[in-house]
């Protein structure tokens, strides 16, 4: 079993940044990615970022340049930093993980009920 708790959302203006924090206890595994997605009023959920152990990352293109994942394994932590929000960044965020996959196989999928463990998300609104 795997606990992970999202932190860090909030409201912003459009242009601003925003660093989400997702703290994860618990069985963890050496061959282990995590990601994050993110679930909009509708609830179409989008795959965003994804990190794998050997430290490879992989961006849907809606956030290419402007989102950057990191972990902290010391901490258990894994991290979003969005710059130049903008409006249709709008949804739940969730943090997300599994084991077994490279950070480019993960990232269409991690957004599937399938997919290993997710946290309860945190929310973020960017206004005009």
């Known amino acids: 079993q795997l606990l992970l708790v999202e932190s860090g959302g909030g409201s912003v203006q459009a242009g601003e940044s925003l660093t989400l924090s997702c703290a994860f206890s618990?069985?963890?595994?050496?061959?282990?990615?995590m990601g994050w997605f993110r679930q909009d009023s509708r609830n179409k959920r989008e795959g965003l970022a994804t990190?794998?152990?050997?430290?490879?990352?992989s961006y849907a293109d809606s956030v290419e340049g402007r989102f950057t994942i990191s972990i902290d394994v010391a901490k258990n932590i894994l991290y979003l930093h969005m710059t130049d929000l903008n409006p249709d960044d709008t949804a739940l965020y969730r943090c997300a993980a599994s084991w077994g996959l490279s950070a480019g196989q993960a990232l269409g999928n991690i957004a599937r009920l399938d997919f290993g463990y997710w946290g309860q998300g945190t929310q973020v609104t960017v206004s005009s």
């Open positions: 618990g069985n963890q595994y050496s061959d282990y990615v």
């Open positions: 990190i794998d152990s050997a430290g490879s990352t």
